[in-house]
């Protein structure tokens, strides 16, 4: 069983950033690829960021590309997520997702384990 929890969420002006982290405990997360979805309010759940099980191997949403980065330390159990140049449409609940395996998913059903997301609000 593995335990997700984000932090590094906030208020933050347009044009700025933050760093969203993830820290996994009950079990290493070393074979599994990550991920993370946000949720805007009245809006699905939407892929944002995936990264492989090394790290060599990541995927962005369109949306984000460019602007978000995703990272993880398999040494310390945790993956990353920094934001910058952010837009009041990133407004959102971000969530971290672990996945089945050790690849990089996008899809929301390929992910096991989640955490119980962080609040991003990013003001015009």
């Known amino acids: 069983q593995v335990q997700l929890v984000e932090s590094g969420g906030g208020l933050v002006q347009a044009g700025g950033s933050l760093r969203l982290s993830c820290a996994a405990s009950g079990r290493t997360i070393n074979s599994n690829g990550m991920g993370w979805f946000r949720q805007a309010a009245g809006k699905e759940r939407e892929f944002v960021a995936a990264?492989?099980?090394?790290?060599?191997?990541?995927s962005y949403a369109d949306a984000v590309k460019g602007r978000f980065t995703i990272s993880r330390d398999n040494a310390k159990n945790m993956v990353y997520l920094q934001m910058s140049s952010l837009k009041p449409e990133d407004t959102a609940v971000y969530y971290c997702?672990?996945?089945?395996?050790?690849?990089?998913?996008?899809?929301?059903?390929?992910?096991?384990?989640w955490g119980q997301g962080t609040q991003v609000t990013v003001s015009s």
């Open positions: 997702a672990a996945g089945r395996g050790g690849f990089v998913y996008v899809m929301s059903r390929q992910f096991d384990y």
């Open positions: 990264i492989n099980w090394s790290g060599a191997d990541t």
